[in-house]
């Protein structure tokens, strides 16, 4: 019998950027937990992805599948100097704002809040787009996360120049150039194989 | 078909040993080898299954053709050729690039204030020719990447439906989504780096 997509069970859908928790609904069939190979379960890295419809998704093509997990991991979570934590998460939001991704701006507003406690700046970039104003260093990360973005690509040493007046160094600025480019990886995967839904209850 | 060896986004960028951006790089190792893996797991499986690696790399070309990223699209190109493509389907997706360029991201939201924010564009469909050319499983599959390429927030199941209806798998469809979510990370990697470089 032919693959066929799933219809989703009713929900609701987000219609606005939010910081909140949200759910993704598949709109492809995910292995089932009991099918999975050793080597499936294995590309997941993580063994709590197992109960992600998104990851169990993915792992259908499982070397593609650990091989992108082990560069997020290392673009995000590398702690040896460069860009701090926080605003890797703000290149991540800004670029899932700017390509209308809700569920990725969803998490990653969410780090980005957590790991800079500025919850105000966040929600308005969330609120008002990539160009709310959000001080100079943010709006340096964000202007050239959004100028790496857009298609075809709009960067370039007008945007290096304005990071290291904000006060990156190189290894920060391969740091934002790495965090936008993987979200253009991200979101159009989370944005092409399924929707987000509020939360229940 | 030939492994690639090089690190193919040191390649592209023209990053050599000791240099500056070798040192950044090298901050970042498993970013960088992993990013390497992912293009290998893509690109030069060791069980093509589902995807031929003919259509893996026309698929390549053309995405990185959409971003005017001419130096990488004659590198997937060239693989396209060496992976024994016609110099009709080498020339079908020239074709497809030239229809198909657009500017995004553009597209739409879900009722409601984001609607404010809603931008119209192009939905790709190759031309009568194009599409002889490339053959209807590709052709779904150039439609779809045109889709994510440059208006991600548009997708529905429809557009899934599409490329069953085409003869994809589910999991050869999963595979086409990898490969067209990798070379957006990619071809950006590529152009900040390259702008970097000529800045230090």
New interface residues.
Partial sequence: MPDTILVPPDHTAPAVFTRAQLEWLPWLEPLAVDAMTERHVASLVDAARIKSPYFRLLARDPDALEARTRTDKDIFYNADGGLPRAERELAAAATSRFNGCIYCASVHARHAAVYSKREADVQRLLDDGVTAELGERWNAIVAASVALSATPITFGPEHVDRLRRAGLDDLAIADVIHAAAFFNWANRLMLSLGEPAAAEG | MPRTDADVIDTLVGIVPGS??DA??A?????RS??Q??Y???FE??EPRDMTGAERFAVGAFIAG????RETAAFYAEHLAAAGATVTVCKAVDAAIAEAA????Y?H??????TR?NADGPTYRPSASTRGALGPRLAAAFE?VH????H??D?Q?A???AL?DAGW???A???L??I???L??????L???R??A???
């Fill in positions: 500056p951006l950044i790089r901050r970042r190792p498993e970013a992993q990013a893996a992912t290998r797991a893509l499986p060791d959409l971003h005017g990223d657009a500017r995004g991201p597209g939201y879900p009722g409601g204030p984001l924010e779809h889709l994510l390429v440059f991600p927030r997708a199941p557009a899934l439906q069953l798998s589910t999991t469809v999963v595979t989504s990898q067209t979510a990798f957006s990370f990619q071809v950006r990697v152009a900040g780096l702008t970097l000529g800045r230090t």
